[in-house]
Every structure is written in C-alpha cells, then in structure tokens.
Nanobody, 124 residues
Framework: QVQLVESGGGLVQAGGSLRLSCAAS????????MGWFRQAPGKEREFVAR????????YYADSVKGRFTISRDNAKNIVNLQMNGLKPEDTALYYC?????????????????WGQGTQVTVSS
C-alpha cells in the first residue's frame, strides 16, 4: 500500500509555470507506475501523464504534450509534474495516483491509490 501527498499548486498567470510534487510513503515506491490526473469543476477526472516504475517510459495526454514533464526520484519517493506554458483550461484540481495494474493505463479506475489533490488555477 502507498500513501500520496501532493503539493505545489497555486495561482499563476497564463503562460506561467508551476511544479507539482507528490510524496509517497512505503518501501516499494519504485514498483508502482505513477500518474497525474486532473479534474475541473463539473467535468470528469482526466488523465494528464504517467511514468513507469523506473522512470524510463512516460506518456502524456495530447492536451499537455510538449508543455508538461513528469519525472520521479525513487530514492526520495517523489514524482513531479513540471507544467510550463500554462493555459486557463489547465485550471483544475490535480491528483497523483499509483497504478497497481499489470499493464499501464490512462484510465483512473486502474489506480487504487490517490492523493488528496492540489489546486492549480491559471488566470487569463
């Protein structure tokens, strides 16, 4: 089992940057694929990015590709999401999650462990 705590959200102007972090508990952090998701008011939770257990493989939603970068430090049990070129449509509550499935997925149903979320607001 793993517990997750996000940080780094805030208010930023369009075009700005933020770096989200997710601290994980547990000794088997490197065995989990990690993902970032977001949910805007009135909308479903959507996939943003994921990273393999060793950090070698990453995958992004088309809406953030080229602007966001996911990374992890298994020695520190941390996964980060660097967000550049932020747009007002990026405004949402951002969650990190740990994937326990056999195969990588962008579907939140396959992620059993979630943090509490951190708010990102981008003003125009």
């Amino acid at each position: 089992q793993v517990q997750l705590v996000e940080s780094g959200g805030g208010l930023v102007q369009a075009g700005g940057s933020l770096r989200l972090s997710c601290a994980a508990s547990g000794r088997t952090f490197s065995s989990y694929r990690m993902g970032w998701f977001r949910q805007a008011p009135g909308k479903e939770r959507e996939f943003v990015a994921r990273i393999s257990g060793n950090g070698a493989i990453t995958y992004y939603a088309d809406s953030v590709k080229g602007r966001f970068t996911i990374s992890r430090d298994n020695a520190k049990n941390i996964v980060n999401l660097q967000m550049n070129g932020l747009k007002p449509e990026d405004t949402a509550l951002y969650y990190c999650a740990a994937d326990g499935a056999a195969y990588p997925s962008s579907d939140p149903m396959w992620y059993p462990y979630w943090g509490q979320g951190t708010q990102v607001t981008v003003s125009s």
